[in-house]
């Protein structure tokens, strides 16, 4: 009896060892990219098939189709057990570089979590973009990725997206080559759906701190870090408080000033400007900068104070929560769409207030349209009317008693 059952025993552990064997075969065999079947339990929708990655998307409101985490950060950036912030970018394969930029960057030491907006003659820019996440270990550690496509008339389910395996050694993937790959992909030409980009970038986010911008913006030296602190205190998910950042413009050609001094030097040799300031000033200056050069300077530390809601044309750039309200995705884009999200803030009674020190840059002054913003301007126009009617009614049944603090909204 004793020797049979030792040699079950014996059998037993065989067995296991041989399992042990052939699974570590298959993951030997999945790095050279070989592998049948394989998923990651972090990322659940991820699985290898074959020469391919599949991921898997979801339908995102009625028309769109979303694969989440097709990149993920590997960085934590909670080593000094504070929550850090996210830098939250939309784009299109036409801001492949900026995208790295970012990421390359030392100002945003923290994760990136960015919406790419693909159509069929665009699409290559997932697989380039996984392959810099492969090979490039700042992107590694920063960028999450998230595709977004437009459904086809009469589609009705989402399709998977399919990534091409790749066995190139990464030495390889040099700065010119990658320029080259990146100049073989077309960029998209349709309307681009913004405040869903905006939402989806949100909503992948790896952190509860989000901060909104677009992805030409330069940010100050060490922004990032140098917000950490303040942005843990303010933006909590409870206490409806926003931080604004103040955003600047620099001529093409210009050196990007690093730190508020070096913007004061520029800004008084009108070398550096207050965004969008020939273009719709409205929109974007906040006063007294004279008074914030002054408390920039009074203290080490960046710190914030409060100020008013300024008006419906008011697209302030923010840092808040991920329980905060999203941007309406009903909006035209180019009409509004930024500053409805502001407005619906100052209704639901959230407070602004002004950071100190850090602030971020556009290379370029923009003093007029281009012709294909004015076309999606003239396509866009078409919704104002309805989206406007639907959105008042939101706001004024949610929020019914604030709007004397916020004034009225107009489109
Ligand atoms: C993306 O990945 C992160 C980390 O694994 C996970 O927490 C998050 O739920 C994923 N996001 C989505 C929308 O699947
Ligand atoms: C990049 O790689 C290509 C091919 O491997 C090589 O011909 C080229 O010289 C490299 N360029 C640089 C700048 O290293
Ligand atoms: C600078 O800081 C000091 C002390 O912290 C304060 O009394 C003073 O009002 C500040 N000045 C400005 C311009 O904020
Ligand atoms: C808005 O917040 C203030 C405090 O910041 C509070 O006194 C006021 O009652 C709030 N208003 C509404 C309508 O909730
Ligand atoms: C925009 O269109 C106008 C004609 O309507 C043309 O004169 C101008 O050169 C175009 N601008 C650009 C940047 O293509
Ligand atoms: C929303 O409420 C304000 C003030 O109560 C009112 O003046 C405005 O006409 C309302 N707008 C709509 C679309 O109902």
Redesign the pocket.
């Known amino acids: 009896m004793r020797g049979i059952s030792r040699t079950i025993v014996h059998f037993l552990v065989f067995i296991q060892i041989m399992c042990c064997v052939y699974f570590a075969t298959n993951m030997i065999r999945h790095r050279q990219g070989y592998a049948i079947q394989y998923s990651d339990p972090d990322i659940p929708n991820r699985k290898y098939e074959g020469e391919f990655i599949k991921y898997d998307t979801k339908k995102y409101g009625s028309d769109f189709c979303v694969a989440y985490n097709v990149t993920r950060a590997t960085g934590e950036f909670r080593e000094d057990g504070l929550e850090p912030i996210s830098l939250v970018l939309h784009a299109t394969s036409h801001y492949m570089k900026e995208i790295e930029g970012q990421c390359s960057s030392r100002n945003w030491n923290g994760p990136i979590s960015v919406s790419l907006f693909v159509d069929r003659t665009s699409s290559e820019a997932v697989e380039y973009l996984h392959e810099v996440h492969r090979c490039s270990s700042k992107v590694n550690q920063k960028l999450s990725l998230h595709i977004v496509y437009r459904m086809s008339p009469f589609q009705k389910v989402c399709d998977p997206i399919f990534v091409k395996r790749s066995l190139r050694k990464c030495n390889t993937f040099n700065a010119t080559i990658r320029s080259r790959e990146r100049s073989r992909v077309i960029p998209p030409f349709q309307i681009y759906p913004i405040n869903v980009m905006r939402n989806v970038a949100r909503k992948g986010a790896l952190s509860s701190i989000h901060m909104t911008a677009d992805v030409e913006m330069v940010f100050s030296e060490g922004f990032a870090v140098k917000m950490k602190a303040l942005a843990n205190k303010y933006i909590n998910g409870k206490d409806k408080k926003l931080l604004v950042i103040r955003r600047f413009e620099v001529d093409n050609k210009a050196h990007v000033p690093v730190d508020h001094k070096e913007l004061f030097v520029m800004i008084k040799a009108f070398r550096a400007f207050e965004f969008h300031h020939k273009f719709f000033a409205a929109g974007h200056t906040i006063e007294s900068l004279w008074q914030w050069f002054r408390m920039s300077k009074n203290q080490t530390d960046a710190y914030a104070w409060q100020i008013d809601y300024k008006s419906s044309s008011w697209e302030a750039q923010l840092i808040m929560h991920r329980k905060d309200p999203y941007n309406p995705e009903y909006f035209p884009t180019r009409i509004r769409d930024q500053q409805s999200l502001v407005y619906e803030l100052c209704r639901a009674n959230y407070t602004f207030h002004l950071a100190s020190h850090v602030f971020n840059v556009h290379r370029g002054v923009k003093t007029q349209e281009t012709n294909l913003s004015s076309a999606v301007l003239t396509h866009q126009k078409r919704l104002r009317t309805r989206s406007y ?1 639907r959105f ?2 939101y706001i ?1 049944s949610t929020y019914p008693d604030t ?1 004397d603090q916020c004034g009225k909204f107009v489109m």
């Open positions: 009617k008042m009614h004024n709007f």
